[in-house]
């Protein structure tokens, strides 16, 4: 394969400043970001180039779109810009720290609607568009504090907090079913800014909730006319952190769905998560400190005894709602939204419970409740961590739910 040639020589500053022109015209933006054939994009990009004396032809957009064939072209950092405040369209995608400071990258998603069962989805196709392609590009975090009062950001309706693989898709999938509902599910921006206590530079208490309401607020964007209510799902370690959203949105209801332990082991089992993956989240992220050889069962169950345990804390300082798998998908209409202050149409229960009906993280498939065949499929090993680590907090956990 012959290598990539790359653009003429002068073709970088001249992208650089189209790049520039791009990022001062919102109505630029919207046309360029609507094209997404390659070819007609190209054209398009040709035409803004020569109507603003920026000299780029076909030809060297042709080379800048060009794959990597070696994907190096996935490693490139976008542009950092200071003091530019992105307009309504481009979303936070990635924090990073260059060694001086703590960057946020942005990425075009326009009118698009986040309806794919999880962030990373919605962002993997938005990164295959040839706009997103030429005009990334990154920002101090240190402004993102100031953003949210120049977008049309909306509040948090409710959080959704969960012990893993308990339905919390389902329920976000099912919200997304509204064109009036914004729904962000486990983005990895918002982990990122609650993670930054344990990054260089950490904020302090005041500062970090500043931030991530920031970060929220990015990602809340009304982008489609009608937009009415927002909803956060977040990662399952993320109830660790119930303390930190609760200083942040002090007023915002949240819900921790949970499940029969035997079950959610299970399913760790035939596909473990990354929290559940030493190599990638250490122990001592949960506060464990466990000996070599603690078998793969008893180390899931210890991870979902402390999501649990930190889930019972945020319960007893208020704001929170305990719902069990088994109660779902009604729950999401008898007790969720309620809970959120949501009252919702005969036409909006109905909307939502189309999505009731596929599987939430694979919706080309239908749903086939599994409840049954899991606990089937459970090991002695699984079964006997359940009891030793998780059953008698399961216990509290329905009993708060029964009693409320």
């Known amino acids: 394969m012959l290598p990539n040639p790359g653009p003429r020589p002068g073709v970088r500053d001249a992208l650089a400043r189209l790049h520039t022109l791009v990022l001062q015209d919102a109505i630029l933006q919207e046309g360029l970001g609507a094209v997404e054939d390659v070819p007609a994009f190209i054209e398009a990009a040709v035409e803004a180039a020569r109507s603003r004396d920026v000299g780029l032809d076909a030809d060297d957009l042709i080379a800048l779109l060009r794959r990597d064939p070696l994907g190096l072209d996935r490693l490139a950092r976008p542009a950092l810009i200071d003091g530019f405040t992105p307009t309504a369209g481009w979303l936070p995608t990635e924090l990073s720290w260059d060694g001086v400071q703590h960057t946020v990258a942005w990425a075009w998603f326009g009118r698009r609607r986040l309806v794919e069962p999880f962030f990373e989805g919605s962002l993997r196709s938005v990164l295959q568009q040839p706009f997103n392609r030429l005009f990334r590009f990154r920002t101090p975090l240190a402004e993102l504090a100031a953003w949210p009062a120049s977008l049309p950001t909306l509040r948090p309706d409710g959080f959704i907090f969960h012990m893993s693989r308990c339905g919390s898709t389902l329920v976000a999938q099912m919200l997304a079913g509204l064109d009036a509902h914004v729904v962000v599910?486990?983005?990895?921006?918002?982990d990122a800014v609650v993670q930054l206590d344990r990054m260089a530079a950490q904020p302090g208490d005041e500062a970090h909730a500043a931030l991530l309401r920031a970060m929220v607020g990015a990602l809340g964007q009304v982008r489609n006319a009608g937009e009415s209510r927002y909803f956060v799902k977040l990662d399952s370690w993320h109830a660790l952190a119930l303390p930190l959203f609760r200083k942040a949105f002090p007023d915002v209801p949240w819900v921790f769905l949970y499940r029969d332990p035997v079950e959610v082991l299970v399913?760790?089992?035939?596909q473990r998560g990354i929290q559940m993956v030493p190599d990638y989240v250490p122990p001592g992220f949960y506060g464990l400190d466990l000996p070599d050889g603690v078998p793969d069962e008893d180390y899931w169950a210890r991870v979902l005894a402390v999501v649990c345990q930190a889930a019972l804390d945020g319960y007893a300082e208020g704001g929170g709602l305990l719902v069990?798998?088994?109660?779902?998908p009604a729950a999401l209409h008898t007790a969720i939204l309620p809970h959120f202050g949501i009252t919702a149409t005969?036409?909006?229960?109905?909307?939502?419970?189309?999505?009731?009906?596929?599987?939430?993280?694979?919706?080309?498939?239908a749903f086939a409740p599994d409840s049954g065949r899991k606990r089937q499929a459970a090991t002695a090993a699984i079964s006997a961590a359940s009891d030793r680590h998780l059953a008698e907090i399961y216990h509290r956990l329905e009993t708060l739910r029964l009693g409320d």
């Open 185 to 190: 599910s486990e983005a990895p921006p918002i």
């Open 267 to 270: 399913s760790q089992a035939r």
């Open 324 to 328: 069990n798998y088994a109660q779902l």
């Open 346 to 365: 005969a036409a909006e229960r109905q909307a939502m419970d189309q999505a009731a009906r596929r599987d939430a993280k694979a919706p080309q498939f």
